[in-house]
């Protein structure tokens, strides 16, 4: 309904309060029409019902001017004005019968009115608090009062600040006009609902092409008359969300709405950012944990994301504690297929390429989802003892990986003086597990395929290679003597191996693997291949250590290590 103004006014009728026209309140960026009635009302809801409703301060409520309650700072309070034409969505309750009582939310904010307390202003905030309306001494208002432990009828007054107080008695000051709301939700209905109708399909937080005919069919039915009631609205916003495709538990990325890159963890301290090309890498795969109703914890790189901080631009961080995240759309609609993440009221989003904190209701809090599936990365091509070489990398991720291409898995394991590669691994890695990576040469990269049924567990004890899943700095100097890094012995044909650096601060990549043996003495480890059985060597450079049993393969027992293969200590060695 039009605004209409109020015209003209009988004095003769100020006893019975204000007549004005019926308002409808449009308040920019609303997604909904309040229609105020235009005569106060004493029909409060019945047991079990809800009710719309402005409360108007009685004393005002007999004269030319206008005094409403709204919310202000966690206060109640009265705001002045000369035409009810002022009235906004700030204005407006929600009043619930529960059977025993009344409760009275504000529908902008959500907060309900909470008990009265002698000599306090009144206040508001989140929880349930019972209020009761008694009939007024003045014919048709409302006194609004609440028990205090000594069973003292607490009610609203007023104070000279224009903030009502409880008093022990029904003041007039007390007494409140009420008038029924009328709430059109069409305008909800067009930004909320309809575009999921529009653009169905089968990606996260969208509904599919069947169940987007059914919802199109409703809101036909409740959009029939332009007037969409808070029942109806309710029951296509329940429709809706019960139909989003939400995550299971398994394996995903995310994708921010606001600059289309994904989430990732690389560094040591934690951070989150967002980039582009993360889209098949392990530092952007995300774990997801689903919990009760459609909430879910989110796991990166082995650490949970954290609620962020309290307030809009604090560090968004990561942790060892599991925090579930609310997908929900705010009051902000972005396109379908994208949800705000919240935890603690508190969201996460992209300020540059940092994560930091923020509030809900903003489309630069909205991310979507995306399967993961597999990773890839690069391998390096490097000489061996083979004559044709290889190429190389290391992996290390919170993840089971259930099988590779372009690359095959070795897990080294230490032999005396000796790391022992094995055979190539034929079975899942297990998550967590480091493992160096051998492939053709020019072979560029690998892909390893996530086993998506898998949660992430620790690492075998006897692998001789640490892995990180964030990049960290190690000390890899020949005097510290514990720390070796995948790399190339210049004054060995750039054989390919496990090495000291000349840098007490070397700044190993995120999910990398590197060998830490404790009391080791070798300059460095060469990688090297029984060319007979495929049986993979890594072995020291330099003497053998004191002890070592070696024999050539025509069985005669040897003082060193000579060219060729050698049996050490019942193993084959090409030196």
């Known amino acids: 309904m039009k605004n209409r103004i109020l015209l003209f006014f009988f004095a003769a009728l100020c006893l019975l309060g204000n007549v004005w026209a019926d308002v409808t309140i449009s308040v920019t960026g609303a997604d909904y ?5 235009a005569t106060r009302t004493t029909n409060l809801p019945t047991s079990g019902n809800s009710g719309y409703y402005v409360l108007e301060q009685w004393s005002y409520a007999n004269n030319s001017n206008y005094r409403y309650v709204e919310e202000s700072g966690g206060k109640v309070r009265y705001t002045t004005a000369t035409s009810q034409n002022a009235l906004k969505d700030v204005n407006i309750v929600k009043i619930t019968n529960t059977g025993t009582a ?4 504000f529908v902008k904010t959500n907060n309900y009115i909470q008990n009265i307390v002698k000599g306090k202003q009144a206040t508001t905030g989140s929880a349930l608090s019972n209020l009761n309306f008694v009939a007024s001494p003045t014919s048709g208002g409302f006194n609004i009062y609440n028990m205090d432990s000594s069973t003292d009828q607490l009610f609203f007054t007023s104070s000279g600040n224009n903030y009502p107080t409880g008093g022990t008695g029904p003041y007039a000051w007390g007494t409140f006009a009420l008038y029924q709301v009328t709430a059109n939700y069409t305008k909800s209905v067009t930004s909320k609902i309809q575009p999921y109708v529009n653009n169905p399909g089968d990606e996260y937080f969208k509904i599919s092409e069947s169940n987007a005919t059914i919802l199109s069919e409703k809101i036909i039915e409740f959009t029939g008359d332009n007037i969409v009631t808070s029942d109806e609205y309710n029951e296509l916003l329940s429709y809706r969300d019960e139909n989003i495709k939400y995550p299971t538990t398994g394996y995903y990325r995310l994708k921010s709405h606001q600059t289309g890159t994904y989430l990732y963890v690389e560094n040591e301290a934690n951070d989150m950012y967002v980039g582009d090309n993360k889209s098949d890498v392990a ?19 082995g650490k949970y994301i954290l609620t962020p901080g309290p307030s809009n631009g604090n560090d968004a961080k990561t942790g060892d504690v599991e925090v579930f995240f609310t997908p929900t759309l705010g009051s902000v609609t972005p396109e379908p297929g994208y ?5 603690g009221g508190r969201c996460f989003y992209p300020k540059g390429n940092i994560i930091k904190s923020w509030g809900p209701n903003s489309l630069v809090s909205h991310w979507t989802l ?24 290391t992996l290390c991720v919170p993840f089971a990986i259930s099988s590779i291409t372009g690359a095959s898995a070795y897990v080294p394991t230490k032999d005396g ?6 055979d190539a691994l034929e079975s899942t890695i297990e998550a967590g597990t480091p493992v160096m990576l051998v492939g053709a040469t020019d072979a560029g990269s690998y892909t390893a395929y996530i086993k998506t049924d898998v949660a992430p567990v620790s690492s075998p004890e006897d692998n001789a290679l640490t892995g990180t899943f964030t990049g960290t700095s190690i000390d890899c100097t020949a005097s510290t003597g514990t720390n070796y890094v995948l790399g190339f012995d210049r004054d060995n044909d750039d054989r390919i191996g496990f090495y000291h650096v000349n840098n007490a601060s070397y700044n190993l990549k995120a999910n990398r693997a590197y060998l830490n043996l404790t009391g080791g003495d070798a300059r460095g480890f060469n990688i090297m291949f029984d060319v007979d059985d495929a049986t993979g060597i890594v072995t020291p450079i ?34």
């Open 542 to 575: 330099g003497e053998t250590e004191e002890g070592t049993v070696i024999y050539n393969l025509s069985g005669q027992r040897l003082n060193k290590m000579q060219k060729g293969i050698n049996i050490v200590n019942g193993k084959k060695v090409l030196f």
């Open 339 to 343: 949800m705000a993440l919240s935890s």
């Open 283 to 301: 530092s952007s795969v995300v774990y997801i944990n689903r919990g009760a109703g459609n909430s879910f914890s989110i796991k990166i790189q």
């Open 102 to 105: 009344y409760t009275v939310q």
């Open 417 to 422: 003086n000796y790391l022992v590669m094995g």
């Open 370 to 393: 995306t399967d993961a599936s597999s990773i890839t990365g690069n391998m390096t091509n490097a000489n061996d003892n083979t004559g044709t070489g290889h190429s190389y990398a």
């Open 33 to 37: 029409d309040y229609t105020v009635s």
